[in-house]
């Protein structure tokens, strides 16, 4: 794995940052991408290696080819995009914030992966981060655990089409991660020690877990087509 460039698509933060983080220390050569120049500057004072930042817009997809186009050749790429839009009760729920959605999630992991094919190592690795809603019955997630779906249903698909591309997702449980900084602290406290109790494992998941199951899925030759559920147990626990 020593000599393997990763790009990460939104590798400033979270999940991302720690997937960059674990594959610098196994010597690979990464690049992070976000839209967000700040936490793409943060990032970059946080991490040693062979990095490169570089901003790019996964919702411009006009721009996508062009950004690539700035990274060259590459061997894996790590699509860490998420949407907190389209949660809520089904019967309530904004069908506006359900498109949004799938505009953040569905259509940016879409439009990134068609984008950076031409500069993708032909038997390289393209691997996407979906969410347990995409597999468990969470009351209040029909909205977000659709556009979750939706990234999940691309991998058999892309895996078979774009062979021998190897193509893979992983889908996180509930993550520490700013995705929950909608919270206030002691609502969030709250809502994870909630999960910790229902979770088998007794504990939410840390950026770090799910970035071990992104860096199998790149390095064993032989995983493709797959979707790997990273969430402690969380869609057994009813």
Request: hydrophobic share 50%; with cysteine; proline share 5%.
């Amino acid at each position: 794995m020593s000599s393997q460039h990763t790009v990460i698509v939104g590798g400033s933060s979270g999940i991302g940052l720690a997937t960059a983080r674990l594959l610098l220390d196994r010597g690979h050569k990464v690049t992070i991408a976000g839209r967000n120049a700040a936490r793409l500057e943060a990032a970059r004072k946080q991490l040693t290696g062979d990095l490169r930042a570089l901003g790019m817009d996964a919702a411009d997809h006009a721009d996508l080819p062009v950004a690539f186009g700035r990274i060259g050749s590459f061997d894996h790429l790590v699509l860490a995009l998420g949407s907190g839009k389209g949660a809520g009760p089904f019967a309530s729920v904004p069908l506006a914030d359900v498109k949004a959605g799938f505009e953040e999630k569905v259509y940016a992991h879409f439009a990134c992966a068609q984008a950076a094919l031409p500069h993708l190592r032909k038997d390289g690795s393209l691997t996407f981060i979906s969410a347990v809603t995409a597999h468990a019955a969470m009351p209040g997630t029909a909205g977000i655990g659709a556009s979750n779906a939706a990234v999940a249903a691309l991998v058999p698909i892309l895996a078979s089409e774009l062979r021998p591309l190897r193509v893979n997702a992983v889908s996180p449980g509930v993550v520490d991660t700013p995705w929950w900084d909608f919270l206030a602290d002691g609502q969030k406290a709250a809502v994870f020690a909630d999960y910790a109790a229902k979770t088998p494992v007794g504990r939410v998941g840390r950026p770090e877990d799910i970035a071990e199951s992104v860096a199998f899925l790149i390095a064993d030759a032989f995983m493709s087509g797959q979707v790997i559920i990273c969430d402690g147990g969380l869609r057994w626990a009813g």
